[in-house]
């Protein structure tokens, strides 16, 4: 599945909007630093999907709904797209059991735009821990 949304050739591509991938990122941003609400430790913002890895500080339900419920809502309104559900419902949580996995992980996270083909270094990708969109983490 994971290979499948990488490609970014199918579903809403609305995250590949510099403007809509801009306010996700702000948003994950300002669940760590702002609201403390997880520790971020990376993210990327896809064309079709977004990844993130985080430490929970408050109970997912008072984190990732609101945090969708913001952006989902500021989406829809530059999109003109009133009444629109942005996000899917669902969503896939892991948990990480050791340091290797989770180093893993990030990597996975980070080099994502890379093996999509986006571009040719982590660096290079502003919408990501690993690129321009986050000093931090």
Same mark, same amino acid.
């Given at each position: 599945?994971?290979?499948?949304?990488?490609? /970014?050739? &199918?579903?809403? =591509?609305?995250? $590949? #909007?510099?403007? *809509?991938?801009?306010?996700?990122?702000?948003?994950? *941003?300002?669940?760590? #630093?702002?609201?403390?609400?997880?520790? =971020?430790?990376?993210? @990327?913002?896809?064309?079709? %999907?977004? %990844? @993130? =890895?985080?430490?929970?500080?408050?109970?997912?339900?008072?984190?990732?709904?609101?945090?969708?419920?913001?952006?989902?809502? $500021?989406?829809?309104?530059?999109?003109?797209?009133?009444? %629109? &559900?942005? !996000?899917?419902?669902? &969503?896939?949580? %892991?948990? @990480?059991?050791?340091?290797?996995?989770?180093? #893993?992980? $990030? $990597?996975? *996270?980070? !080099?994502? +735009?890379?093996?999509?083909?986006? @571009?040719?270094? +982590?660096?290079?990708?502003?919408? &990501?821990? /690993?690129?321009?969109? !986050?000093?931090?983490?």
């Amino acid at each position: 599945m994971d290979r499948l949304l990488d490609k /970014g050739a &199918s579903g809403p =591509l609305y995250l $590949r #909007r510099p403007d *809509i991938a801009e306010l996700v990122v702000e948003a994950l *941003i300002d669940s760590d #630093r702002r609201f403390q609400r997880c520790a =971020l430790h990376a993210f @990327v913002v896809m064309p079709n %999907h977004v %990844h @993130v =890895l985080a430490t929970q500080l408050a109970p997912l339900a008072e984190w990732l709904g609101p945090l969708k419920g913001y952006t989902g809502h $500021r989406a829809n309104r530059v999109l003109g797209l009133g009444g %629109h &559900s942005f !996000w899917q419902n669902e &969503s896939y949580d %892991h948990l @990480v059991r050791n340091e290797e996995e989770f180093l #893993r992980i $990030r $990597r996975y *996270i980070e !080099w994502n +735009p890379v093996r999509a083909g986006l @571009v040719e270094r +982590p660096e290079e990708f502003g919408w &990501s821990s /690993g690129g321009a969109a !986050w000093k931090g983490g």
